[in-house]
């Protein structure tokens, strides 16, 4: 999906801008860029420094004379733009847009192209007449110009969102953090057994008083869902505690069979 | 809302990308950027010329020494990573960072940092691990090195999508959870000093062979999103079993000097 979302850039005056629309699109995943009229070189020291890598962008951009060259193929055109001129246009946001391109491009055929103007002047009204749609980005009204490769950078980037979230992408690898065994109920409550029973070891609480503690306890501890080599690390500092406070660790290791014993033991 | 986000450059070498990160920033509206240790001059020609207009914000970035001075006062503090390391992390995307805000800033004294590393080698794990989660830019694997400003423009982006979609800025009716005061990063950092050394004191820990001991409790604790009165609590336990060890509780109540009486007595 991504090989057919083509970024056409239009009257471009700093290669430095070039460059850095290169290194964006190749962030992204994408890596169809076209150049309309630049107003400047397009492979300079500049832009290649600013590719930083994706200097292979630059060079295989295709270079063509007016808009209609560089998106006769496309399905789909849309105009980055200000807020919309004298003649009112459909106007998406770059989040609508993500939105779109799945359905937009369910056919294998079908062409994407995001349209930039230039630096100090935009796209001009017969440009923008030229697109299906006008997207733009949301901006600090008191400073609304964006920096060409950053606005580059925001629309690749709900390109890529789109298509990562498409049902059938290519699926992210899994966050390795859920395949850690949380701790179970069980050794949760003889963790929490074992905690006020140090705590009384060492004067900090009394039954007899208890005020909310153990609840305080327990709730910040079940909010942060320990894991069950969490608990373990928890578990080894109560019984090193009693250790050196001389209190017996009656029972400190009480239903912690299944503790793993690498984390089990001090840390030292 | 966007007033209390923060943008922190952590040693960052090109002075053209604290200029970029200051346009970013103005032109979604964000205004507070810190620069800790950077390796370059922050006010140049090339950082005002790619600021284009908002070189105010370079000229009024704090710049300071440490991580630490750069967040001491936020409730969440968020560091831009690529994939988790060796201890894995809370790993939330652009998104799910945006759709957090309003909730994490309905305290009116609430603010958030997002922390970006080095040009060359990112945030350093120590640094990484003074986050309460990280958050991960989808890129091309095959690509991934985002320029810095292009990163904070879109995290920027989605923070004023955030503020955007939000009804009417009308603060979300509060859980009653987040009446409480949330821990800052400056408290708990002295609750893990404290601990550290209490884990020494009773032999537990040995830091010639850290292991991941602290990386893990730190995990566990920032999950868990500390109230300051919970701190509190937490630091009681380290000072009473600081005496009943016989250890001298050196320092154990450093900066602390905002603990809730009631609640930092103990428990008995």
Same mark, same amino acid.
């Given at each position: 999906m991504?090989d057919r979302?083509?970024?056409?850039?239009?009257?471009?005056?700093?290669?430095?801008?070039?460059?850095?629309t290169?290194?964006?699109?190749?962030?992204?995943?994408?890596?169809?860029?076209a150049l309309?009229?630049?107003?400047?070189?397009v492979?300079?020291?500049?832009?290649?420094s600013?590719?930083?890598?994706?200097? $292979?962008?630059v060079?295989?951009?295709?270079?063509?004379?007016?808009?209609?060259?560089?998106v006769?193929?496309?399905?789909?055109?849309?105009g980055a733009?200000?807020r919309?001129?004298?003649l @009112?246009?459909?106007m998406i946001?770059p989040r609508e847009l993500?939105?779109?391109?799945?359905?937009?491009l369910?056919?294998?055929?079908?062409?994407?192209a995001?349209?930039f103007?230039?630096?100090?002047?935009?796209?001009?009204?017969a440009e923008?007449?030229?697109?299906?749609a006008?997207?733009h980005? @949301? #901006?600090?009204?008191?400073?609304?110009?964006?920096?060409?490769?950053?606005?580059?950078?925001?629309?690749?980037?709900?390109c890529r969102?789109?298509?990562?979230?498409?049902?059938?992408?290519a @699926?992210?690898?899994?966050?390795?953090?859920?395949?850690?065994?949380?701790?179970?109920?069980?050794?949760?409550e003889h963790?929490?057994?074992?905690?006020e029973? #140090?705590?009384?070891?060492i004067?900090?609480?009394?039954p007899? #008083?208890?005020?909310?503690?153990m609840?305080?306890l327990?709730?910040m501890?079940?909010?942060?869902r320990?894991e069950?080599?969490?608990l373990?690390?928890?578990r080894?500092?109560?019984?090193?505690?009693e250790?050196? #406070?001389?209190q017996?660790?009656?029972?400190?290791?009480?239903?912690n069979?299944?503790?793993?014993?690498?984390?089990? $033991?001090?840390h030292?």
């Amino acid at each position: 999906m991504l090989d057919r979302i083509r970024i056409v850039l239009i009257g471009t005056s700093h290669p430095g801008n070039i460059g850095g629309t290169a290194r964006a699109m190749h962030n992204m995943g994408l890596a169809d860029l076209a150049l309309v009229s630049p107003r400047c070189e397009v492979v300079t020291a500049d832009s290649v420094s600013r590719a930083s890598g994706a200097d $292979a962008l630059v060079h295989q951009a295709r270079v063509v004379d007016s808009l209609e060259d560089a998106v006769s193929d496309c399905s789909l055109v849309v105009g980055a733009s200000a807020r919309s001129r004298t003649l @009112p246009w459909p106007m998406i946001t770059p989040r609508e847009l993500g939105a779109r391109l799945p359905k937009e491009l369910a056919q294998p055929q079908a062409r994407i192209a995001l349209v930039f103007g230039r630096e100090d002047s935009g796209l001009s009204n017969a440009e923008l007449q030229r697109c299906h749609a006008h997207v733009h980005i @949301p #901006t600090n009204p008191d400073f609304s110009s964006l920096n060409l490769a950053a606005a580059v950078q925001v629309l690749a980037y709900e390109c890529r969102l789109s298509w990562i979230e498409q049902p059938d992408a290519a @699926p992210e690898q899994s966050d390795e953090e859920l395949s850690q065994p949380l701790a179970t109920h069980e050794e949760l409550e003889h963790y929490f057994a074992h905690l006020e029973r #140090t705590l009384v070891g060492i004067g900090f609480h009394d039954p007899a #008083t208890p005020r909310q503690l153990m609840a305080r306890l327990r709730r910040m501890t079940l909010r942060s869902r320990p894991e069950r080599m969490e608990l373990n690390i928890l578990r080894g500092i109560l019984s090193a505690t009693e250790k050196a #406070t001389g209190q017996k660790s009656l029972g400190g290791r009480t239903g912690n069979s299944s503790c793993d014993a690498e984390d089990d $033991a001090p840390h030292k």
